[in-house]
């Protein structure tokens, strides 16, 4: 592989070596921005695996607590139960906008998370489901099949917050209870196939750091690079155009619910989905491809980022706490629409990496 990252196909032994050796490949000297096959493993040992690791931990405490609270009904089994969705609703904004390989593989993207949800699909289908109580559709992973709008995050949610019944003991809660506990065991396996597609023998990870002519996905390392960078790209545009542009356009106080506004989620949802994404930036070293005449993009992106922290996604401060730098809503968005253009023109221009199109380009 030459200093502008060109895979020359290493033989099985070197290719053996690699892997083993340099799974986390070390920093490019100072001033010497690494190879894309170094930005490509950095950013797998560093953000991907870690975060999909973290979603499949979280999401597997799931079932207990919800079975918790459907045995004993109990107070202090409900806010169990509602900081292990909020944990797992936040590891989910960590990964959500990976949209290629595991989470493009059997619709897992939308049965882990049918949102947003414009039409109130959602709210129709389990107004149905429930009505029909029918216990063989999730019962031995049948609940699987079902539309996804009935099966993940959302679903779960509202069962939770539902008073009519509340989840517990009673004999009205019956099939409330095992479809709640259907959901979470279907979260629990979703996040497991997940991460276990990223890092098993022959998964998406090892079809990242194994680019060749052989290779049905990637050729050289500038493609798998060029994921990494659109999954970034992706989840800006997410966060700005579905999540915080809605606020700004809504119209006499109309304000759109953000994700999981029942549960009280949204700011948490937004802060762990701009941390997850600063992270990806931060693990790609994305700034160190610049030159010399651009090194002021650097600081124009540390201050969009900060934008994007000290704002809760709603017109507030960060982390809820008052600071006098808030910035209104509407320049978050700007600066954000800002990043976005100069990760997808000027970095990665000087990255040498082919964006194209992203999903959500059109929408």
Same mark, same amino acid.
């Given at each position: ?6 895979? !020359? ?9 690699? $892997? ?35 979603? !499949? ?19 202090? @089994?409900?806010?169990?139960? !509602?900081?292990?969705?909020?944990? *797992? ?24 998370? #049918? ?9 129709? /289908?389990?107004?149905? #489901? ?20 009935? /099966? ?15 989840? %517990? ?5 019956? #099939? ?7 959901? @979470? ?30 290779? =049905?996905? +990637? ?8 994921? $990494? ?15 915080? !542009?809605?606020?700004l356009e809504a119209k006499d106080g109309n304000v759109p619910p ?30 160190? +491809? ?12 540390? %201050? ?7 704002? =809760?996604?709603?017109? &507030? @401060? &960060? ?13 978050? *968005? ?30």
């Amino acid at each position: 592989m030459n200093s502008k990252g060109h895979w !020359k196909r290493p033989t099985a032994v070197g290719l053996a070596a690699l $892997l083993a050796g340099c799974w986390l490949v070390s920093e490019a000297g100072a001033g010497e921005p690494q190879t894309h096959y170094a930005l490509v493993a950095n950013t797998l040992a560093k953000h991907v695996i870690p975060h999909v690791t973290q979603l !499949k931990e979280t999401a597997a405490a799931l079932p207990a607590r919800v079975e918790a609270v459907c045995k004993t009904g109990d107070a202090a @089994a409900r806010d169990h139960l !509602k900081a292990a969705f909020a944990d *797992v609703a936040k590891a989910w904004a960590g990964v959500e906008f990976l949209r290629f390989g595991p989470l493009a593989e059997a619709g897992r993207r939308e049965r882990f998370s #049918f949102w947003p949800d414009p039409r109130g699909i959602t709210d129709r /289908q389990l107004r149905q #489901f429930l009505l029909g109580k029918d216990m063989t559709a999730i019962q031995g992973g049948n609940l699987a099949k079902q539309s996804a709008a009935i /099966q993940g995050l959302p679903a779960l949610e509202r069962l939770m917050t539902d008073t009519e019944p509340p989840l %517990g003991p009673g004999d009205d809660a019956k #099939f409330h209870c095992a479809y709640a506990t259907a959901i @979470a065991g279907n979260l629990a396996a979703i996040s497991s196939e997940t991460a276990d597609a990223w890092t098993k023998e022959g998964g998406w990870k090892d079809k990242m750091l194994r680019p060749g002519s052989d290779n =049905d996905t +990637y050729k050289e390392p500038a493609e798998a690079a060029a994921d $990494l960078l659109k999954s970034l790209l992706t989840g800006l545009q997410f966060i700005g155009d579905v999540e915080l !542009k809605p606020k700004l356009e809504a119209k006499d106080g109309n304000v759109p619910p953000g994700p999981f506004a029942r549960l009280k989620l949204s700011s948490d949802y937004y802060a762990a989905g701009v941390a997850s994404l600063h992270q990806l930036y931060d693990a790609m070293q994305i700034e160190s +491809y610049l030159p010399d005449d651009k090194l002021w993009i650097k600081d124009w992106a540390k %201050g969009a980022w900060h934008a994007m922290e000290a704002s =809760d996604g709603a017109g &507030g @401060a &960060g982390n809820g706490k008052k600071r006098v730098d808030t910035p209104p809503l509407r320049e978050v *968005v700007s600066r954000l629409g800002g990043l976005r253009q100069l990760l997808g023109k000027e970095m990665a221009s000087a990255a040498g990496l082919s964006i194209g199109f992203n999903e959500l380009d059109g929408d």
